[in-house]
Structures are given as structure tokens and as C-alpha cells.
């Protein structure tokens, strides 16, 4: 995927800096020295593109009713991968769910309002999956050190020695 | 968080537009100026119910190719020093403390590495277990995604009355 230098420094400022102000691509064109246009076009072609899935404001799990979370590794047979992540796939509190190169293949986190909600969540996927808990690892929070999604686009000759 | 403050998440966490007035929609359909709906969306980030505004990034298309959790065997005394460690890390996205599975799973210290590829993602994680004297640990790469949705939604409100 190519991205210009341009287009770098402008995802790079959409993800840090997003300027929450009622014309914001106005507003970061006047600080990248690019018509408001511009910078719109450049975002509809990154999103185009598939580099940005949206501009949102990101919540605080914690702030809209998740009071638990956890992450499961499973242990599922290769020829019924598919039909398990297909399950799993089925539930609103499942956000995120991949296939790993381990003995553990298929990881997912489930979120819910409560401890009762989520291990009912999770033993409905493993008797419908018929995954036995010899094969399911449940691993809840315990405590969360970092949670901060964003990457850094600046290659060392385009970064203006900023921080972040 | 009030009625007006919960809408204009809802209207706006699957993304505002790519437009001059991103925010004009919501501001409409609520009755009140764009102004205010982008003072609110800032107060919400104040006060943390939102993390941040700006773009969610799809890593593989901007050439972050390799996903990779760590799982970390970490001394239970030395957790929130260590967790604290591979959290400063501009390379470690998120990075948790799980409960353990004793005699199954002793794994307790989690991070995800977003990098340019696997052999990217390997120095990094010998540097952290350099860094931090955790020999005991295993790197699990995505191989497909599955899912993968935002953790923390609002849902509509459900009141009859409200403003279409």
C-alpha cells in the first residue's frame, strides 16, 4: 500500500490531533498547509483505500455499561475453524476474534455488563461449538496497564522530531 | 453523560463524514448548533467517557503487517513494575494483566505489537524481554481475522420520543 509523505503526516495527525471543531478538515489543512479540499479528498481515498475504517470518537468501555472482559484461546480442530469462529462471530460482546499460529488457534475477547453475562456468553459458545474446557483457556482482566491504538506514520526522514 | 450527550455518540461512533460539515447531521437531527455538538463530544473527552477522536486504522493496510500478541510468565511481584515497562513502549498497543490457569496456563502479562512484519515484531519483543529480564513468554501472530469491531458501544436510545 503506498502512502505518500503527505498523506502520512495526515494520518498521523487525524489519529493524534483530531481537531473537534465544526469544519475540521478546514482546520487541519491550515495546519498541514493544505486546502480543506484536499484533505478531504486524501481521507476519502485512504478510506477508499481501507487504510481508515472511520473517524469516531473511541469510548471508554468502562464509561458505556462493560463492567467485565476477558479474552478465550480455544483449541479447535483445523477442519472446524471456520464453523467456530462462525459462532463465535454471532455475539454482540465479541469485538475482536483471530486465528493464531499456536496450539491455542482461535483468540477472541467477549465484553458484557457483568461477570454472570460474559461466563454466560462463553459457556453458550463452547456447548454450542462443542469445544470441551480442556481445550478453552478463559483469561479475565485482571488489570489494564495500556490501552492506546494508535501507530506511528512518520518514517525517521519524514518525522519533524515530534513525540508522541 | 445526558439523552443529548448519548445520541451524539450514537450518531457519530461509526464515523462522521468526510465533508465540510461532518457534524451537521447530528446537530440537525438533535435540534442544537454544530458548535455545540463538537463542545460536547470535547467534554466528553475530558471527563473520559470518550479515549480519544480520530481515526481507527485498518494496520495492514498501512503496512503494519504483522499482529502479534505476547504472552509474558512474569514473577507475581514484579507485575506492575513490568506492566508498567512494556505499557511505555511506543510499540505496545495495549498490554494487560490476565488471571492464570494454574497448572495449564501461567502466562499473566499480556501485550499486542502491531508491526511491519514478523521479524520486525520478533526484535521488538527479544528488546522488551531484554528491557525486562522476562525470558518466559510466547508470541502468537494473527493468521485471519475474524472480527474485529470497536469494545465500547452505545446503543440507541429507546424512548419514543426521540428526535429522528
Known sequence: ?164 | MDEIDKEILWSTQDGIGLEERPFLHAARRLRISEEEVVARLRRLGQNGVVRRFGTRINPRKADLMANAVVVWNVPGTRVAEIGAAMAESPDVTHCYERRTIPGRWEYNLYTVLHCRDKEDALRRVAALSRATGVADYRVLFSTEEFKRRPSGRIEPAKEPGRVQ
Open chain 1, 1 to 164: 500500500m503506498h502512502l505518500d509523505p503527505l498523506d502520512r503526516m495526515l494520518l498521523q495527525r487525524v489519529q493524534d490531533d483530531f481537531p473537534l471543531d465544526p469544519r475540521p478538515y478546514r482546520v487541519l489543512g491550515e495546519a498541514l498547509g493544505m486546502p480543506e479540499r484536499e484533505v478531504i479528498e486524501r481521507l476519502s481515498d485512504l478510506s477508499r483505500r481501507g487504510v481508515i475504517r472511520h473517524i469516531a470518537p473511541i469510548l471508554e468501555p468502562g464509561c458505556v455499561g462493560i463492567r467485565s472482559s476477558t479474552l478465550v484461546a480455544m483449541r479447535v480442530p483445523e477442519e472446524r475453524m471456520h464453523e467456530v469462529a462462525g459462532i463465535v462471530n454471532e455475539y454482540d460482546g465479541v469485538s475482536h476474534n483471530y486465528r493464531r499460529d499456536d496450539d491455542y488457534n482461535l483468540w477472541f475477547t467477549i465484553a458484557a455488563a457483568g461477570e454472570e453475562e460474559l461466563l454466560g456468553i462463553l459457556e453458550e459458545i463452547m456447548r454450542r461449538s462443542m469445544i470441551p474446557p480442556g481445550d478453552v483457556l478463559n483469561l479475565p482482566v485482571v488489570r489494564r496497564f495500556k490501552l492506546d491504538v494508535r501507530f506511528r506514520f512518520l518514517t525517521e526522514e519524514d518525522d519533524d522530531g515530534r513525540d508522541r
